[in-house]
Structure formats: structure tokens, C-alpha cells
């Protein structure tokens, strides 16, 4: 069976009229599905000049942009991927975690504690730009 070569598209001409994304936020950065399929899908959109926003991965995993990032180059080259360095440094670039725990410094260590509960969400307006907000949380009977 042949396959067709794929055109390369640039990032304004694939979004057919529309605005381009401001971000791309990915929940569950960390998790078996983001390590099978995400990563390698993300360094193939790069490797296409498909992409043109910042990519937020976010989970409540205790981890930061370096972690992310090798787990990403980890996770392309275990899915039999092979890693051109220029295409992967764009997609590094564009990467940065986030926590959707409570992270909070450890005023011994140093280091940062995620909790399972939410204490922020991230603004969904494009045009707030606003970054991060407090929760809601539904009121307890």
C-alpha cells in the first residue's frame, strides 16, 4: 500500500478562516494515553508546521516543564518515532506544565506537594488573557 506524502501546511492556512488557538491546553500530560499517542501526535503536528500556540500540558503530578519535556522525548522515541532535533526543540519550546493540584512550596525542602483538589482553573475567555482565576466550588449542603 503507498501512502501519500503529506502536504506541509502552515499553521494560518490550516485553520480554514479561523482565528488560530491563543494555547493548547492538555489535561493529563502525565498519564498513559498522553505516553502512547499524545506526544508522538504533537511532534508530528511540529514536524508538519501544523502547530503555531503554546502547549500547557496539565495534571496533578508533582513534575515541571524539564520533566515534561523528557518524558515527552521519551515517550516519541519508545513509540518507535525517530527524533529529529530541530522538530523536537520547537515542540520542547512550545511546552509548559502546569498542576492542577494544589501545589504549594515545602518550606523545608523546597520542593513543591500536589493535592487532588483543584485550587485554580485557567481562563477559557481568549480575550481576558487572564492566566489563572480561583476555583468555584459548589457549595456543600
Not at 519550546?93 to 494544589?102: F, I, L, N, P, V
Request: aromatic share 4%.
Amino acid at each position: 500500500m503507498a501512502l501519500a506524502a503529506h502536504s506541509q501546511v502552515s499553521a494560518p492556512d490550516a485553520t480554514n478562516g479561523h482565528a488560530p488557538a491563543d494555547v493548547l491546553v492538555i489535561f493529563g500530560i502525565t498519564g498513559d494515553l498522553a505516553k502512547v499517542m499524545t506526544f508522538r501526535s504533537l511532534y508530528r503536528l511540529e514536524q508538519r508546521g501544523l502547530l503555531s500556540c503554546p502547549i500547557v500540558g496539565v495534571a496533578v503530578d508533582d513534575r515541571d516543564v524539564g520533566d515534561l519535556r523528557r518524558r515527552a522525548r521519551a515517550s516519541i522515541e519508545s513509540a518507535g518515532e525517530r527524533v529529529e532535533e530541530p522538530v523536537f526543540e520547537r515542540l520542547a519550546e512550545r511546552m509548559s506544565y502546569a498542576c492542577a493540584g494544589a501545589c504549594s512550596p515545602s518550606a523545608s525542602s523546597g520542593s513543591r506537594r500536589c493535592s487532588r483538589r483543584p485550587s485554580w482553573a485557567a481562563s477559557s475567555a481568549p480575550s481576558r488573557r487572564a492566566g489563572c482565576r480561583p476555583a468555584t466550588r459548589p457549595a456543600t449542603p
